[in-house]
């Protein structure tokens, strides 16, 4: 991995926390970007895991041009909520058709912490999302460091989850949190639970890194309720004050993060009296390993 002293050189970068994300001032992301610039920015995604770009004018088309960069960009199984004719794009929203709040949050299953794509056998790598239109208050973006979940666990746990496999199972968590807009027959199909490592290593920094979340629903060879609790479990113990950005948005940022070594929450807000609406897309990876 590159040195932070090599990655600054092209970028005007300011570390968030001590351990997590960063800032670049200096890139317009609606302006034709160079590889130089890229590759730098790559570089500091790798690094920092979280990467946030000031308010600025990003148009859908940047966006999904921005994110093919990273790689293969998801077509998400959920179609209802694809934007601006983009089916890379996915657009979370509260406002009704005259921009009004209209009372309904638009997935309570960002509320619990998670990591997008875990439910695929290809997962996801990036997610950016873009804010349109942000709270006062609540709403917020927390993410927490999975290679420090993985090394703040003692020998016990490592040796016990070493060569553990979880399912994952979209349809699983979003039932279970709140039960709203259901998948269809067809979605379920399309996209079946998949089991996945419990502890995966990152292909770019080869170091380890916990990988549950929200979307794991047991464990392979384990009785049923007791690897939901060792899962549960798990979850809590991943989640480490100093190891953990939380983001209050200010609408025209975007934020960008690596799924594969953090996880991510939104927090509530009042869906009644606040408009909160992202525009997100979500690189694919590859298979964990
Ligand atoms: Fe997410």
């Not at 058709?97 to 996801?124: F, I, M």
């Not at 990036?126 to 979940?149: K, R, S």
């Not at 089991?195 to 916990?210: A, I, N, S």
């Not at 979850?235 to 690596?258: C, F, M, Q, S, V």
Request: net charge neutral.
């Amino acid at each position: 991995m590159n040195s932070t002293a090599e990655v600054s050189k092209s970028l005007a970068l300011r570390p968030l926390t001590p351990k997590l994300g960063a800032a670049i001032s200096d890139v317009k992301l609606a302006d034709d970007m160079s590889d130089d610039v890229f590759r730098a920015i790559y570089q500091a995604f790798v690094r920092y895991q979280v990467l946030l770009f000031p308010p600025q004018d990003v148009p859908p088309a940047r966006q999904v041009s921005f994110a093919r960069r990273f790689g293969a960009v998801q077509i998400h199984v959920m179609k209802q909520y694809h934007a601006d004719g983009f089916p890379e794009l996915y657009r979370l929203s509260n406002l009704d058709e005259n921009g009004n709040p209209n009372g309904r949050h638009p997935d309570k299953g960002t509320l619990a912490w998670h990591t997008d794509g875990s439910w695929q056998r290809v997962t996801g790598q990036a997610t950016i999302i873009y804010g349109e239109v942000m709270p006062e208050t609540g709403g917020e973006t927390h993410f927490a460091d999975m290679y420090g979940a993985y090394e703040r666990l003692d020998a016990r746990w490592k040796a016990r989850i070493a060569n553990m496999r979880a399912v994952h199972n979209l349809d699983f968590s979003r039932t279970r949190r709140h039960g709203e807009d259901p998948m269809t027959d067809a979605q379920r199909r399309e996209k079946p639970p998949v089991d996945q490592p419990v502890v995966r290593t990152h292909p770019e920094t080869g170091r380890k890194c916990l990988y549950l979340g929200d979307h794991a629903e047991y464990i392979v060879g384990m009785p049923y309720d007791e690897g939901r609790a060792l899962i549960e479990e798990l979850n809590a113990l991943a989640i480490h004050p100093d190891l953990t950005y939380e983001h209050r948005w200010t609408a025209r940022e975007l934020l960008l993060w690596d799924n594969r070594c953090v996880m991510h929450r939104a927090t509530p807000y009042d869906p009644k009296t606040q408009g909160r609406v992202i525009r997100r897309c979500t690189v694919l990876g590859e298979v964990p390993t």
